[in-house]
């Protein structure tokens, strides 16, 4: 401000620098010269911090980084001519990372008929940070940095919002996760759009909810800890030539990824794409799956569908495990509910797990629950037994429901009910295949009667019988089940009678497996 009142003046560096600072931009870095050092000045003046640096390419390189680091862009400021070529290298390298970047060269004087584009500012924002980030380039003419105006003539247009959020096609996020759950081998691949994104806490819920193995890009390292035990990082090739299905979070099928093309990759493996940009998806390969979106909505999305479907061992024992008292007894029987359950959930104490044992024997879960029950009362009134069942191992004891009961012993019963041994069938196939002919010619061996209500065993005790189908239901009642003392309980959780472990990743050890 020059002067007082309505005369005061400020100069075209000062409206460029606090328009800088209305729409949020923090960072300038750059090499100053005539016309634009003034604009280094007014930005300091206005708080914006000014960094100084030796050539305008490393100026542009800092100034995208913290565009990607922050999410609003970062100013590289430079002359005209040479500076505006010197920055040119970062520009190309903030486009083709996606990154927000706002590069302002100072070039001559122009004539007075252009004037007028404070309105660029915003303009310039919004187009680094919406769509797919990147870079853009503000031209402001000398005399314009020079120039005085009357304060109160300029309005600065209100900071730009955020970009909208959009998220994917309904049938098309379905059409994912249906693929997802009948991978043998799926893959994530996270990249530095996931990073851009900020969908850290809603991948991380997807990777651990679905058990699903992630691969990070470079940059997309750290979305989710390296050290996390699904991380396959360790084998990069392994993972990318054996995965059956893979879902491309933000990042693109280009040489870092090989194309995305054999020999590095299966012919026929299935690509899941996220990405913001229309353009980018069906680059290289032909998805069998695109999802046009934010990467952290379209996750919702995606965990918003696999809860309404069906759920399956690993989300099941995702939620037991995230409840699990680490002082309880497991105990467990059973084929895929006892193997699978044995590498998710977690033992704490020497001497606290008992299952099938040496002899693989099934009917021996509910007698080792009692057995655990009685010790624990003695020795540690509170402490609780969880009692993992498949639903075939269960009926081999489950009549000793009414010995729990008559003791009144702190046992939760989990009954991971999938209609069958190993494998069984969904109600309406089961009605379908009886159609063909007597039941002990035609039904398979391996099925037992779909949707078979086990917690009315407990309740007809007077124990506490919960039947769920959501992983919201089985929260819900596993929270109660353990903090309520005064009886067992019997939770019989559906999951998809199809529902598989994760194939086995040596060969020869498969034929060995119960
Ligand atoms: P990497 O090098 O880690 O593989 P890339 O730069 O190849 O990552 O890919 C990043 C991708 O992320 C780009 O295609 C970009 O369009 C996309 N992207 C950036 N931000 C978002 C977002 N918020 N939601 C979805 N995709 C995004
Ligand atoms: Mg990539």
């Not at 996931?194 to 651990?208: D, T």
């Not at 470079?218 to 990082?233: F, L, S, T, W």
């Not at 009144?408 to 069938?425: A, F, M, R, S």
């Not at 209500?453 to 005790?461: D, M, P």
């Amino acid at each position: 401000e020059r002067s007082n009142g309505s005369e005061a003046q400020v100069s075209g560096a000062e409206v460029i620098a606090q328009a800088l600072k209305a729409q949020d931009v923090n960072y300038m870095f750059g090499i100053v010269g005539i016309p634009v050092t003034e604009i280094s000045l007014a930005a300091q003046k206005v708080g914006i911090r000014y960094v100084g640096m030796r050539n305008e390419q490393a100026a542009c390189y800092a100034a995208s980084a913290v565009g990607y680091l922050t999410g609003r862009p970062g100013v590289c400021l430079v002359v005209s001519g040479p500076g505006l070529i010197h920055a040119l290298g970062g520009m190309a390298n903030a486009y083709m990372n996606c990154w927000p970047l706002i590069v302002i060269g100072g070039s001559s004087e122009r004539s007075q008929e252009t004037m007028g584009a404070f309105q660029e500012f915003p303009q310039a924002v919004r187009s680094s940070i919406y769509g797919r980030p990147g870079a853009c380039y503000v031209d402001i003419p000398a005399d314009f940095v020079n120039l005085q105006v009357n304060v109160n003539s300029i309005k600065y247009v209100e900071c730009c919002l955020p970009p909208p959020v959009c998220m994917a096609e309904t049938s098309a996020v379905c059409m994912a996760a249906s693929l997802l759950r009948n991978a043998k081998q799926p893959l994530l691949i996270i990249g530095k759009g996931a990073a851009y994104a900020r969908a850290e806490h809603s991948i991380r819920k997807l990777v651990e909810q679905c058990q699903l193995p992630f691969l990070p890009t470079p940059m997309g390292k750290g979305v989710i800890r390296d050290n996390h035990p699904n991380c396959v990082g360790a084998a990069r090739s392994r993972a990318l030539q054996f995965a059956d299905v893979i879902v491309l979070f933000g990042a693109r099928l280009n040489w870092i990824l090989h194309f995305g093309l054999p020999p590095r990759y299966q012919p026929d493996v299935k690509f899941i794409q996220v990405d913001i940009c229309a353009e980018e998806l069906g680059n290289n390969v032909r998805p069998a799956v695109t999802l046009l979106g934010d990467i952290n909505a379209v996750t919702q999305q995606e965990l918003a569908s696999q809860k309404s479907l069906p759920m399956n061992y690993y989300t099941v024992f995702y939620h037991v495990q995230e409840q699990l008292p680490r002082d309880c007894f497991l105990v467990s029987e059973g084929a895929n509910t006892m193997d699978i359950g044995r590498t998710v959930l977690q033992n704490y104490l020497p001497r606290h797990r008992l299952d099938a044992g040496t002899f693989g024997t099934m009917g021996v879960g509910l007698g080792f629950a009692i057995a655990a029950a009685v010790v624990a009362k003695d020795r540690n009134p509170g402490q609780r037994v969880i009692c993992v069942e498949g639903d075939s191992a269960f009926g081999f004891s489950g009549m000793e429901v009414e010995t729990i009961c008559r003791y009144n012993l702190p046992i939760v019963l989990l009954v991971v009910n999938n209609n069958g041994i190993y494998q069984g069938l969904d109600a309406d196939t089961w009605k379908e295949v009886l159609k063909s002919g007597d039941a002990t010619t035609v039904a398979p061996p391996v099925c037992l009667l779909p949707h078979s209500h086990y917690e009315h065993v407990i309740t007809a005790f007077g124990g506490k019988g919960y039947f769920v189908q959501t992983p919201e239901e089985l929260q819900k009642s596993l929270r109660q089940s353990l903090e309520d003392l005064t009886k067992p309980s019997l939770i019989n959780i559906m999951i998809e009678p199809q529902a598989m472990r994760k194939a086995q990743d040596f060969h020869w050890l498969t034929s060995s497996k119960i």
